[in-house]
Each structure stands twice: as structure tokens, then as C-alpha cells.
């Protein structure tokens, strides 16, 4: 089974970097996307705001752009322990 994402969206939202238990950089954001796609034949307008993550280096260099950049960004999808919807692991990031 492969979970893989690709999400072209902007960085709306970031939070203070904070550290793992084992000193690992690790930076919360909250990314938007806007598009159009066409379902079931019809033309649909798309929004979204997803919650994401980011380690180490990719962390290191997320917390250097600027909120409302637009990326396109590449990672897989999991449900924190305490949490209820999935959080998008971002492993790489790319300018859109």
C-alpha cells in the first residue's frame, strides 16, 4: 500500500520551531489550497486547509519562507496519537 502526497499550497499559517524528545527540529504549519477540478463531469471549485509537519533540515528551511508562498509539497499522510484527522508529513518541498 503506498501513501503519498502531492499538494501545491501556501503556507497560511507557522509555528514556533519546537524539538523532538531526541533534539530533532520540528515545525508545525497549516497550508491552504485553492483550485478547480472537474468530479462526476462538473466543474468544482476546491479548498482546503490542512494541518502539516515538517523534521529536521526540511523543517530548518520551511521555517525560512514566508507565509503566503505557494509550494508544492511532497509527503505522506498520518493520524497523530492524540489526534483525530491526519497531518500531512511533508518530506520534501519545491517552488510551484
Given at each position: 500500500m503506498?501513501?503519498?502526497v502531492?499538494?501545491?499550497?501556501?503556507?497560511a499559517?507557522?509555528?514556533?520551531?519546537?524539538?523532538t524528545?531526541?533534539?530533532l527540529?520540528?515545525?508545525?504549519?497549516?497550508?491552504?489550497?485553492?483550485?478547480?477540478?472537474?468530479?462526476?463531469?462538473?466543474?468544482?471549485?476546491?479548498k482546503?486547509?490542512?494541518k502539516?509537519?515538517a523534521?529536521?533540515?526540511?523543517a530548518?528551511?520551511?521555517?525560512?519562507?514566508?507565509?503566503?508562498?505557494?509550494w508544492?509539497?511532497?509527503?505522506?499522510?498520518?493520524?497523530?496519537?492524540?489526534?483525530?484527522?491526519?497531518?500531512?508529513?511533508i518530506?520534501?518541498?519545491?517552488q510551484?
Amino acid at each position: 500500500m503506498e501513501n503519498q502526497v502531492v499538494l501545491g499550497a501556501s503556507i497560511a499559517e507557522v509555528n514556533a520551531m519546537r524539538y523532538t524528545p531526541a533534539g530533532l527540529p520540528a515545525l508545525d504549519l497549516r497550508l491552504e489550497h485553492e483550485s478547480r477540478v472537474t468530479e462526476a463531469g462538473q466543474p468544482r471549485e476546491v479548498k482546503a486547509a490542512i494541518k502539516a509537519v515538517a523534521f529536521g533540515t526540511t523543517a530548518e528551511r520551511l521555517a525560512r519562507q514566508a507565509v503566503g508562498s505557494i509550494w508544492r509539497f511532497t509527503g505522506f499522510l498520518a493520524t497523530p496519537r492524540n489526534g483525530k484527522h491526519a497531518v500531512l508529513h511533508i518530506q520534501e518541498f519545491q517552488q510551484d
